[in-house]
């Protein structure tokens, strides 16, 4: 109205009061989401202690859950319990299951779009499922039962979500909604056929090795950058142009950064697998029983790869770490046997160029003549994209891999394919009957008579009994013609005949070592015989340096405890360190006068000071290792970036061997000192002072200038990440485990660093098991795993043992009933439903 005034201070308050309103309604909003989505997604949230009506059982089967949320499973029959393990596995990982089952099948693509694309590309023609269908028929008859019990499990809780509205199962079900499918025995072949996937590192070795080739002048130098590990008995190769005719013209291309998906198996693939393991026999044990300790070393998730579980079969009970998605104690212990795995590094793979028929490409050079390939077409179907078909084509010696993987480009001339022989890719695959006879054996003679079926992964499987131990390499080892032109080193002409495979060695060829003198074994992935080739059982070996540690811990004690094995698992001395420090800074310790304060001589001085005076621990809490692992980090790179140019970016961890060949100028590798682009002769002791400088340069943009008050753990976080949730925004905090951690890349409590872009030191691959058995107090074993037992982010038991882990200690690991019942977290009975 004319005349009329609105006091301001009203005004004001008018607003005040809508905004706090709106405020507020918002904050209320966002909580009942909140609590909304923390129903939805708790509501998957397994039951403990319940009893359940399912079919697929004969007889009641018992799952007591201690106090670390370990099922043990009680039932009358082996069937039985192995259907109570697919339960467990079922409510406690199906996510991950699923997830496993899925890449093994090429299918990721359905779920997660065009991201994953390239991994579905490359299993399918791996043809790992199908593959794994036809190994089922070739198991034994214990074997498919075991199985056939197993998938009724995991179906039977996939009935109980269903039924009870359960949340999808998982969490990560609201994310990704998709169909599951009812569980089949394939699917568990299919899973340990994936494991072999992540466990084998020699096809893209090969690659290095001939893109390496390519790009140096000077063949000594190729043994320099890649030696063999110390050992003699092995033969020259010649250069990988001469070998192929027509990779001259690919011998300096660049390519590009390869994309790493949080679903591949494939993200931490120059890592391979690892692993330690060592026994004692009784003759070397305070206690008079057998000793085994192991501790097998893959890239670390959240949840971890590994599940502890037990099971009560008719042999006796079984106790130790299981995979999710497989029916079988991989590495534990019974009341008579236990077992522990390493990575073998068994030569199982060997890549050919394929020449094609220049008139007709859907042919292929072979020692007969031409011969057309094998094909199959492939349908990929894509979420929220067309479907891709693809052409699958096989060769006698394996499938045919494009290109785009494995960098396979840069090594196939014009006119070529690249096909890969690899004994995973068997149809008649009876590995899982083997882990399934080991599991059952009662002494060291008969698991190593069960090892027989084993084709892949090949590993060391190391044994003890009560009073004997043992270690056997399991795994088909291809047969070479012993002029075969690369020695499988290398791609090699697959239409040469002494190339190609000549079947499988017999089991009798494989290494073992069976009671040895001196009463102790071990393997940390070390050269285990030094026999020539094609006996040789591989050119590339996963440890050089561990090794050398864990026989100075065996031999420096008569006898072994328990509590010595684990301080051995838990050990974070680097020889390395050890022996390279004193050879790279021979020059360097305390030479020069004392700088001003604030330049870079005055911090290189503190840095050297520091680092004379350590005595190689991996600590967390020290400075030093930082320092250190900064400084042989700039070191290779100063060495190698001028020779190899873009392909340095391969070699992103420092190897010990070739730098201790530089700077001991064996056959000339000190030439790796002098910048070849540079006017002056540099020595190795400038270039080890220019990367010290360099190191701490890095250091100081990324820590801090104050070298005393710089942690290892900081910068070597181990990185338990989801491998679909952990990158979106915020939701990481809750599912990411991430933990200071001492170790390294060559201690015994391996702590595998990342190697390359913004955090290279991360903690990324290493012990997701660890395991001590003493076989004079059986129930005095112990183990532990890197998170938790659950994969639900919102349990408890999400990354409860976590913390453990990271400070070195361990569960009981006992076969005592009652133990397990005392303070179980729930009691399961999955009763037979009535007819």
Not at 141 to 169: C, H, K, M, P
Not at 230 to 237: F, T, V
Not at 376 to 388: E, F, G, N, Y
Request: aromatic share 8%; net charge negative; charged share 20%.
């Amino acid at each position: 109205m004319p005349g009329c005034k609105v006091k301001p201070g009203k005004g004001m308050a008018s607003i005040f009061k809508w905004l706090l309103r709106l405020t507020g309604g918002a904050i209320v909003l966002a909580l009942l989401v909140v609590v909304g989505l923390y129903f939805l997604l708790s509501r998957s949230l397994p039951e403990y202690d319940k009893q359940l009506a399912v079919s697929g059982v004969l007889a009641p089967v018992e799952i007591v859950r201690d106090h670390a949320n370990v099922p043990h499973i009680f039932g009358t029959s082996d069937a039985d319990a192995f259907f109570g393990l697919g339960y467990a596995h079922a409510q406690d990982r199906l996510w991950q299951m699923v997830t496993l089952r899925r890449t093994a099948q090429g299918r990721l693509s359905e779920v997660f779009g065009a991201r994953t694309v390239e991994i579905d590309k490359l299993m399918r023609r791996f043809d790992l499922y199908a593959l794994a269908r036809s190994s089922v028929e070739a198991q034994d008859e214990d074997t498919r039962n075991a199985l056939d019990a197993y998938a009724r499990g995991v179906n039977a809780r996939l009935n109980e979500i269903n039924e009870s509205a359960l949340g999808r199962g998982a969490p990560e079900m609201f994310m990704f909604n998709a169909p599951i499918a009812p569980w089949q025995p394939a699917d568990s072949v299919a899973i340990l056929k994936l494991m072999a996937v992540q466990l084998s590192s020699h096809l893209e070795n090969e690659v290095l090795y001939a893109r390496a080739s390519l790009a140096l002048e000077e063949e000594a130098r190729l043994q320099d950058i890649m030696p063999l590990a110390p050992g003699s008995g092995i033969a020259a190769l010649p250069d990988y142009a001469a070998l192929v005719p027509g990779t001259e013209t690919l011998r300096y291309a660049a390519l590009p950064e390869r994309p790493r998906d949080p679903l591949s198996p494939f993200n931490e693939r120059a890592f391979a697998g690892a692993s330690n393991a060592w026994a004692a026999a009784p003759s070397r044990s305070a206690a008079g029983g057998t000793l085994l300790a192991n501790d097998p070393h893959l890239g670390f998730s959240a949840p971890a790869i590994w599940y502890l579980a037990r099971l009560e079969l008719q042999t006796g009970g079984v106790i130790g770490g299981t995979i999710p998605g497989l029916p079988a104690v991989l590495t534990g212990r019974s009341g008579d046997l236990g077992w522990g795995l390493t990575s073998s590094y068994m030569d199982d793979q060997d890549l050919y160029i394929e020449k094609l028929d220049p008139d007709n490409s859907t042919r292929y050079l072979t020692p007969e003549g031409y011969k057309p390939f094998r094909t199959q077409k492939s349908i990929i179907r894509i979420k929220d994209a067309d479907p891709v078909t693809m052409t699958l084509r096989w060769t006698d010696n394996g499938p045919v891999l494009p290109g785009s993987h494995y960098d396979l480009a840069s090594v196939t001339p014009e006119g070529h394919v690249a096909a890969l022989a690899w004994t995973a890719l068997a149809g008649d695959d009876t590995t899982m009957s083997a882990a399934m006879a080991v599991m059952r054996a009662s002494s060291v003679e008969e698991a190593l008579d069960a090892g027989r079926l084993y084709v892949a992964p090949s590993q060391n499987l190391t044994l003890v009994d009560s009073d004997s131990i043992a270690m056997k390499t399991l795994g088909a080892m291809p047969r070479r013609n012993a002029s075969h032109e690369s020695e499988g080193r290398m791609p090699s002409r697959g239409w040469v005949r002494q190339n190609r495979w000549q079947g499988i060695s017999p089991y009798s060829a494989n290494p073992e070592f069976i009671a040895p003198a001196g009463g102790v074994l071990g393997n940390t992935n070390n050269k285990t015989v030094d026999r020539p080739f094609p006996l040789h059982v591989s050119f590339l070996w996963g440890d050089t340096q561990r090794v050398h540690r864990w026989r100075r811990l065996m031999q420096n004690r008569e006898v072994h405890t328990r509590d010595s094995f684990i301080e051995a698992q838990l050990d974070t001395v680097s020889f390395t360190a050890r022996s390279l420090l004193p050879l790279i800074g021979a020059n360097l310790w305390f030479t020069g006068e004392a700088a001003p304060e604030g330049t870079p001589e005055r911090q290189r001085q503190r840095a050297l000071t520091l680092l004379s005076d350590w005595n190689g621990e991996m600590n967390e809490h020290l400075p030093e290792p930082l320092i250190y692992a900064a400084w042989l980090r700039a070191l290779q790179d100063r060495l190698i970036r001028d020779d190899l140019g873009p392909l340095a970016r391969e070699f992103a961890h420092p190897d010990p061997v070739f730098i201790e060949r530089v700077y001991r100028d064996v056959d000339g590798a000190a030439a790796w000192c002098d910048v070849k682009q540079s006017s002056p002769v540099e020595t190795c002791t400038d270039i080890a002072r220019m990367a010290l400088d360099d190191a701490l340069v890095w250091i100081n943009e990324n820590y801090g200038t104050a070298l005393e008050s710089l942690r290892w753990g900081d910068a070597h976080q181990a990185t338990h990440d989801h491998q679909v949730l952990g990158e979106v925004p915020l939701l990481r905090y809750f599912v990411n485990i991430r933990q200071s951690t001492s170790g390294g890349d060559n201690t015994l409590l391996r702590g595998r660093t990342r190697g390359s872009g913004p955090d290279p030191f991360q903690n990324v691959h290493g012990a997701g098991y660890r395991g001590v058995y003493d076989f004079a107090d059986p129930d005095s074993s112990v183990f532990i795993i890197s998170t938790g037992q659950s994969g639900h982010f919102l349990s408890r038991h999400y990354d409860d043992l976590a913390q453990l882990w990271r400070r070195g200690e361990y569960i009981p690991m006992s076969l005592d009933p009652a133990l397990a019942r005392a303070a179980a977290v729930g009691i399961t009975v999955l009763e037979p439903a009535a007819p």
